[in-house]
């Protein structure tokens, strides 16, 4: 027995979950790791996250400089493998009544937490199974991200004596993750960009990003999609969508999570659902649907998809994976529809200019 199993067995055991069969579930493209705990008719999810596993996270205060030097984590601003973020997170949402998953025990110096099991219902297997079912669902996801919207948060989320630090979306961290395009997606497409074209490349990406200034920031847990919610329709309200892999939260413009949910990269939304669901959105957000709205939705939905040209080829060339190369037509698609709006307009051409393949 490895030492890591003989401390997640003290854990599980002392939770009063040592006699559960377990079982490794698949998890996401993180450290993490996870299993399903049976024990009698009662289930739990175990996340098995050591603190080792992955590049530090930001501290309160960095500047750009320091985060560059800790590494693309930091820069990124994402969490990590520390289960503070996760802890924090899912207690806030379930305090304000969104189906995050209960903590039913936790150790954070060991990185192990013990997971209300919200079932196997993903919206993406139903949608597909049924397409009937596309507009309640997508409808309640919806709802779900404006209700989060509305509602208000700390600057510190906390879970008992736990906290965590739940930071604004900046421009760092925005041009960090487009990083993922210019340095795998491009030179896989025999592109080497020069320094003028990454200077301009930033400025162009600036100004674009004044965009999202038109509308006060809320909480998007930025990886939103029919492949991480569930349907749970016993629960009432917005709670009948269940949310996991929250943890790398920040505060942002209100678009950003309903495009990922629309602009999936995984699977195609209906045509003739994908303005409804925008203008429901603002409705149910208290936004305005005009020009503003688009504006910034189509930064938004622009800087994730160009974030993603990038994912595929570094799985394949970085971690073997060439299955998400599949990926990529989806991919450039989304950002194509970006692209067509006037505001970016100006990083069209740069593509057009600079990688024209993406723009085939």
Not at 142 to 147: E, G, M, P, T
Request: charged fraction near 25%.
């Amino acid at each position: 027995m490895s030492e890591r199993e003989r401390i997640i067995k003290a854990f599980i055991g002392g939770a009063g979950w040592g006699d559960a069969l377990r079982a490794a579930v698949p998890g996401d493209a993180s450290a993490r790791r996870y299993e399903r705990l049976t024990l009698g008719d009662r289930r739990a999810v175990l996340m098995d996250a050591p603190l080792s596993s992955d590049l530090p996270p930001e501290p309160d205060g960095a500047t750009a400089e320091a985060r560059a030097a800790l590494g693309y984590v930091a820069q990124a601003r994402l969490a990590g493998a520390d289960p503070a973020a996760f802890l924090c997170i899912a207690s806030e949402l379930s305090q304000r009544g969104f189906s995050a998953p209960r903590i039913l025990a936790a150790d954070v110096d060991e990185g192990l937490i013990l997971l209300e099991d919200l079932g196997a219902d993903l919206f993406a297997p139903i949608v597909t199974g049924e397409r009937t079912m596309e507009r309640p669902l997508y409808t309640a996801a919806v709802d779900c991200l404006a209700s989060i919207y509305r509602s208000s948060f700390p600057q510190d989320f906390a879970y008992g004596d736990t906290r965590w630090r739940v930071k604004d979306y900046d421009e760092t961290a925005l041009l960090a993750e487009m990083s993922l395009m210019t340095d795998w997606y491009a030179p896989d497409t025999g592109v080497v960009l020069s320094d003028t074209a990454m200077d301009e490349w930033t400025q162009l990406w600036s100004q674009a990003f004044t965009q999202i200034s038109n509308h006060a920031p809320g909480l998007a847990l930025r990886d939103f999609h029919a492949e991480n919610i569930f349907w749970m329709p016993e629960r009432a309200g917005t709670a009948n969508v269940g949310l996991i892999d929250f943890q790398d939260a920040l505060m942002t413009h209100p678009s950003y999570d309903l495009a990922s949910l629309i602009e999936d990269i995984r699977r195609d939304v209906s045509a003739n659902l994908t303005d409804d669901l925008i203008a429901r959105f603002c409705g149910q957000a208290g936004l305005k649907y005009d020009d503003d709205f688009r504006a910034a939705y189509a930064v938004m939905g622009a800087q994730r998809s160009t974030k993603l040209l990038g994912f595929p080829v570094r799985a394949d060339k970085a971690y073997g994976k060439p299955q998400y190369r599949a990926l990529l037509p989806r991919v450039k698609r989304h950002l194509n529809n970006s692209l067509a709006h006037d505001v970016m307009g100006d990083i069209r051409d740069w593509y057009g200019r600079y990688v024209p393949e993406v723009l085939s």
